[in-house]
């Protein structure tokens, strides 16, 4: 860690946590609020957490801004000022959030050391991963390995969490019969829509790219930074990038909602379905070594690394999925009639 | 003045924190109150990863050379940022945009519904 490093990009992020709140226009808040994850990005990466700050800038930077952005379309940029009790609760905001301080600042004390070797959350579990992670499932990435198997439970109702948000969005936007269909304002214009050929054409040569390098970041989660969850988002914003240069219908014709659904509960069954073969095979849930009985040449370990990359495949689709789904119900208000 | 120094990491989360709350509580706006709901999670996540953090470690990848069980070498604990705070971070930060999705969704519901993202504004025609 390089503490000068340290210091200018914690500087940065808070001036933007602070101008992302203040500004008076929702766009310009969502294009800070994009800095902002960038910076957390650097930061992580500067504390050698890599896979969060790729994890950050797919997610966080990349589709939460398009999301705004999309959300900003449909609505409004003003941002208005609040007529009555306006002190009164900006004084009682401020009152809570310092008191909320204040206690994590007493609570501070008893923080391990920052940077410490002998932390509690560094003593127990966490050496036992770090040492045999190779041994035991010959993934030298600890992070994919804690994730996909030591872990998998967890991931596996992270996924499920996702696809949860994903049919909550389409839930409450969703709206199929016209009759239901209340007068909408006319979504707001960012710009004039006119076809661009020049951003038409680079996204297009775009595009197979991203989803090439999607693909090689799921496959390589075991060897660098990247999994399921980064290639899932970056193949998402694929879409995405089409939708924005050309159409919304685009995306439609590619990827239809009902893909979008089945393709996110394919992603979910993947992952419960080695799982539950996993449990057919003799072994626990999820423990991926009986896996060796099935597959041709391989060897217990290296069993775990397949099973591995047979979850990440299903967290990558159901992700992929559930992002496209979110941001076309988002975008089109849940009519899929026009949109960004 | 050591400690003060010692722990910015925490001085920062604590401080992006209290912004996040803020935000959520006193702006008036919904979809500024959805930022400051991003601001609070990914305060969260400086606080467990700079947990994770060691003094002049490496990323928690192992060095290996080509092939097959290439490493012989004993691994170093002290060597590896602990991956464990990484892995729920990881996780969280996608369970984020979907959370993110869900409300930027209900904020879209709303302004179907009374033509504002104001809360006051709201409020008015709920009464």
């Not at chain 1, 998998?152 to 499920?160: C, K, L, S, V, W």
């Not at chain 1, 775009?206 to 899932?232: K, N």
């Amino acid at each position: 860690m390089i503490w000068q490093l340290d210091f200018c990009v914690l500087t940065l992020i808070v001036i933007c946590a602070f101008a992302t709140i203040m500004v008076k226009d929702l766009l310009s808040a969502a294009i800070i609020f994009g800095a902002y994850s960038f910076l957390m990005c650097l930061l992580w990466t500067e504390m050698g957490a890599v896979d969060v700050a790729f994890t950050e800038a797919s997610v966080g930077a990349g589709v939460s801004t398009v999301l705004f952005f999309a959300a900003v379309y449909q609505t409004t940029r003003r941002v208005g000022v609040r007529k009555s009790g306006r002190m009164l609760s900006k004084a009682f905001a401020l009152v809570a959030a310092l008191l909320t301080g204040l206690v994590l600042v007493i609570a501070e004390a008893d923080f391990p050391g920052f940077g410490d070797i002998f932390t509690p959350a560094s003593l127990h579990v966490s050496p036992y991963y770090i040492t045999q992670t190779l041994h035991d499932t010959n993934v030298p990435n600890m992070v994919t390995s804690v994730l996909a198997d030591y872990r998998g439970f967890d991931t596996m109702f992270e996924t499920a969490v996702i696809f949860t948000a994903g049919l909550a969005v389409i839930a409450i936007l969703r709206r199929f019969k016209k009759e239901d269909r209340c007068d909408l304002p006319e979504p707001y214009v960012i710009s004039a829509g006119y076809p661009d050929t020049i951003i038409r054409f680079v996204a297009r040569q775009l595009v197979p790219f991203i989803q090439l390098f999607a693909l090689y970041v799921v496959a390589h989660g075991h060897h660098s930074p990247g999994g399921g969850f980064q290639g899932g988002v970056i193949l998402g914003a694929s879409f995405i990038l089409l939708a924005i240069s050309y159409d919304f219908k685009v995306v439609l014709g590619i990827m239809s909602e009902r893909w979008n659904v089945l393709l996110g509960n394919i992603g979910v069954l993947i992952y419960a379905g080695i799982g539950f073969l996993c449990l057919l095979l003799g072994a626990n849930f999820l423990d991926y070594s009986m896996l060796s009985k099935i597959l041709p040449a391989t060897d217990k370990i290296m069993a775990r690394s397949h099973g591995m990359l047979g979850i990440e495949i299903g967290v990558a689709i159901a992700v992929m999925a559930i992002v496209i789904s979110i941001y076309l119900n988002i975008v089109s208000h849940g009519k899929y009639d026009k949109g960004l | 003045m050591h400690a003060l120094i010692a722990d910015y990491n925490y001085w920062i989360y604590i401080l992006l924190m209290m912004i996040g709350l803020y935000a959520m509580l006193a702006k008036n706006n919904l979809v500024k109150k959805v930022i400051g709901m991003s601001i609070f999670q990914t305060a969260i996540i400086v606080f467990y990863v700079s947990i994770g953090a060691k003094e002049h470690a490496s990323i928690p990848i192992i060095a290996h050379g080509s092939g097959h069980g290439a490493v012989e070498a004993a691994i170093d604990v002290a060597h590896y940022a602990n991956p464990l705070p990484h892995v729920l971070m990881l996780t969280a930060i996608v369970v984020s945009v979907g959370t993110l999705g869900v409300a930027l969704a209900i904020c879209l519901g709303i302004h179907r519904r009374y033509n504002s993202l104001e809360e006051d504004e709201i409020q008015e025609q709920l009464q």
